[in-house]
């Protein structure tokens, strides 16, 4: 499945120059350093995916909608989907390995219309990418909060306490990204020990620690709390638990242009952070289910995790397995932000933002887009702030994260299908497989957008209403207004800065 990436020469030197051959061929001059080798690339996806993180704050969901039948083999259905999503991405990613990621490919791939499709879907992957900073940060102090609680029985939390928590911690995010480079890219790798040995601990003490568990059969226990009759449409809506984790792979694409030897590491650390997720994904369900004793008083609790672990572990050992999930929390949102940023760059550097010259722009002392990392923050609080007076209107938001995202890795892999056998494919591809790969790809992207932007409670209310589609709609009605009112003329898609030795003089020393 996976081919030799190509070396002019031994050592360190050669790969670097293929890799900026691959950008100056591309049309583009090496403005970043390449600080990530193989591990890193992979660390950033895998960080994004953060399976303690997904499964933890969309568990509740799961129990009312399938229950473990679905927690459990939902995860197991939806992973082998998602690894097909991967893997089509991956192949793109091997034949454009750049920052501008998705819509970069896209206006590669399309055989016309390129800047509008470039534009289409470079514009639902930054707006999956920002929703997906606000929704890992508003997490994260949400379990803040609930660990406050824990140890403070006179804490209340409220939702303006929320969004600032949520503030506070996007702000450090954005200065840990623009002052402390280096420790970000060492955060990363430290943020994949964090998950695992977060999983053992977490695992090994649900597994030691209570006194009984349930029987196996229990894995096949149904509920559906959804207030639907129709069990076959709850389960359907339990399968969003493993796709609100898988969100975020796509990080490894856009740090192609700081990782060695791209070409190949970019789409490993993509297929292999998912692999490796949904591996350890599933030994974490399993865990959480089966240490359910009061299947309907924990359903319907606030937080029906951490009174899993509150029945099984005792206060003390559930407030400290709390510190691991909410370090695993912010350890995503960091990732999140800095792969954010990459895309918001790319994007940029082709003129494609208000403002591009200013957010493409690169800082002489670290190398990085400080500008377009603050941009990425700026948009990131201004998706938390509804938060403050309506949490419906915040999900709303957040919930473009998930399909926006799906939406835009579907459109590069469908053209490249269009584009049969035309297309010039990297040292990484699927070989034979690209095409059944590709359409068991989109076809899934297609359904489960559908389903995510369903009704997910029944009777529907105001309060309850699912707003994805509507904040969609929103998205794709300004995009659309804004191309054919001024984008269409003056963006044609991605950029070449000219032939490759002239790009090449333009390189940052």
Known sequence: MTAPGRRTGPGKDSVTFDDDATLHAMGYPRKLTRRFQAFDN?????????????????????????????????????????????????????????????YFSAGKLAKRHKGAWSWYTGWLNFVGQV??????????????????????????????????????????????????????AVLNRISVWWLLIGLVVIVSTLVVMPDDHQSASFVTHFANNTGFTNGIYGGMLG????????TGFDGSFHM???????????????????????ITGLVLMLALVYSIHDYDRVAGSSAPPV??????????????????????????????????????FA????????????????????????????????????????????????TAIVSVNVVGLFLAYAVPVFLRLRLGDEFQPGPWNLGRWSKPVGWVAVTWILASSVLFMLPQVSPITGDNFNYASIALAVVLTVATVWWFATARRRFQGPVSYGRPDEVAAMDLV
């Open 256 to 278: 192609s242009e700081e990782t060695v030897r791209a070409t190949v590491n970019a789409p490993k650390g993509i297929t292999r952070s998912i692999g490796y997720s949904a």
């Open 131 to 184: 929703g997906g900073t606000a929704a890992t940060g508003y997490a994260a102090a949400t379990f803040i909060q609930a660990f406050v609680a824990l140890q403070w029985d006179s804490y209340r939390p409220t939702a303006e306490q929320t969004v600032l928590i949520t503030a506070l911690i996007i702000v450090l995010q954005g200065l840990a990204n623009t002052y402390t480079v280096q420790l970000v």
């Open 239 to 246: 399968l969003l638990v493993t796709s609100w984790t898988f």
């Open 42 to 102: 992979f660390a950033i996806s895998f960080t994004i995916i953060n399976i303690i993180s997904g499964i933890f704050s969309s568990f509740g969901f799961g129990m009312n909608a399938g229950g473990p039948r679905i927690l459990v083999f939902g995860w197991i259905g939806v992973s082998v989907m998602v690894l097909f999503i991967g893997a089509a991405m991956a192949e793109v990613a091997s034949a454009y390995p750049t920052s501008g990621a998705l």
């Open 307 to 344: 009174q899993i672990l509150i029945d099984g572990l005792g206060m003390g050992m559930a407030k400290f397995i709390l510190l691991i999930v909410i370090g695993s929390m912010l350890f995503c949102g960091l990732a999140n932000l800095t792969s954010n940023t990459r895309q918001i």
């Open 347 to 394: 994007f940029s550097r082709d003129g494609a933002m208000p403002g591009s010259r200013w957010w493409h722009s690169v800082s002489p002392r670290t190398r990085t887009p400080v500008k377009a990392v603050w941009l990425a923050v700026a948009c990131s609080l201004a998706l938390v702030l509804p938060g403050w007076w309506s949490h419906t209107a915040f």
